[in-house]
């Protein structure tokens, strides 16, 4: 028996590290291909992905004299990407970059590209798992090393070009889009998601400057709850009412997971919030009327 154990073991170990070392994976998810996990030009030059990777490649013109700057400076530096083949903003930045990086002269054997998933499921998720830890929210992702620690991200879409946005990151110059989403995760990290509530009502106008939408935080909570991290998404999402408090959407939101979550007083709560926000939205008052089936049939059967 143990002997089998063992077996197997080896047998998924190779799987693995077989998987780990190989380019270009697809498979199909909602009957369209797309690619998984480490990928690389060669992978996005056959069909289907050659449709749109040629083209942007192709189309696009770099800024010749911020290429000529990147070629003295970004040699040194190493990069990874994350990205989605079913994704728009990932179609139109991955061809601009590797344009960018051909022009630039830059060693493509120091830039890593991870394509991840698009299934509920493993939403955001490498099979491989270069996504873990790496606070991996909206795609394109672009992270720049140097030594091996970031420097900084390009995240989804560049602030003024790519090729700009680089040569930003390379002179400390440069703040990414979605940056509330950095700066939220950096506080939990560092205080944990109980106390990260109770210190940042001190710093809340912080916060506020740099988030503009209630769906920033939300986009980046829903990948985390997918990720088996509910108790930091609830954290999340509970925060994002503070940063909204007269927007219905993040009541709802919190109140969506917390109800898949079968935390149905609470987000009872959180809908009667929204609610009194917008009492004529249809969604929420159904969301209510299930909450409230769920809670009576929870109670009958404890009784």
């Known amino acids: 028996m143990k002997k089998n154990i063992l077996f197997t073991l080896i047998i998924i170990l190779f799987q693995n590290i077989g998987f780990s070392q190989s380019f270009n994976h697809e498979e199909k998810q909602n009957n369209r291909s797309l690619l998984l996990g480490k990928i690389n030009k060669e992978g996005l030059s056959t069909s289907p992905y050659a449709d749109w990777f040629t083209k942007g490649y192709d189309q696009y013109t770099p800024d010749i004299t911020i290429i000529n700057t990147l070629k003295e400076q970004l040699?040194?530096?190493?990069?990874?990407?994350?990205?989605?083949?079913?994704?728009?903003?990932?179609?139109?930045?991955?061809?601009?970059?590797?344009?960018?990086?051909?022009?630039?002269?830059?060693?493509?054997?120091?830039?890593?590209?991870?394509?991840?998933?698009?299934?509920?499921?493993?939403?955001?998720?490498?099979?491989?798992?270069?996504?873990?830890?790496?606070?991996?929210?909206?795609?394109?992702?672009?992270?720049?090393?140097?030594?091996?620690?970031?420097?900084?991200?390009?995240?989804?879409?560049?602030?003024?070009?790519?090729?700009?946005?680089?040569?930003?990151?390379?002179?400390?110059?440069?703040?990414?889009?979605?940056?509330?989403?950095?700066?939220?995760?950096?506080?939990?990290?560092?205080?944990?998601?109980?106390?990260?509530?109770?210190?940042?009502?001190?710093?809340?106008?912080?916060?506020?400057?740099?988030?503009?939408?209630?769906?920033?935080?939300?986009?980046?909570?829903?990948?985390?709850?997918?990720?088996?991290?509910?108790?930091?998404?609830?954290?999340i999402l509970t925060f994002n009412t503070m940063l909204f408090p007269n927007d219905a959407k993040s009541y709802m939101n919190l109140g969506n997971k917390q109800s898949k979550l079968n935390q149905w007083q609470e987000a009872l709560a959180s809908y009667q919030k929204a609610s009194t926000l917008e009492p004529t939205n249809k969604k929420i008052t159904a969301a209510i009327t299930t909450i409230e089936e769920n809670m009576k049939n929870t109670n009958s059967l404890e009784e």
Request: with cysteine.
């Open 75 to 235: 040699s040194t530096y190493t990069i990874t990407a994350f990205m989605g083949t079913w994704c728009g903003d990932s179609k139109r930045e991955i061809p601009r970059l590797y344009k960018i990086l051909e022009e630039a002269q830059f060693p493509l054997d120091r830039f890593t590209l991870i394509a991840v998933s698009r299934s509920p499921d493993t939403y955001k998720q490498s099979p491989g798992g270069e996504h873990e830890g790496m606070n991996i929210h909206r795609v394109p992702t672009i992270i720049i090393y140097k030594d091996g620690k970031e420097v900084n991200r390009i995240v989804e879409s560049p602030v003024v070009s790519l090729e700009q946005d680089i040569l930003n990151i390379l002179e400390n110059n440069y703040t990414s889009n979605h940056y509330i989403v950095t700066l939220t995760n950096q506080h939990i990290e560092e205080f944990g998601a109980k106390k990260f509530l109770k210190k940042s009502k001190k710093s809340l106008k912080e916060f506020q400057a740099h988030a503009q939408k209630t769906n920033q935080l939300n986009t980046y909570a829903n990948v985390l709850f997918y990720a088996g991290q509910t108790e930091k998404a609830l954290t």
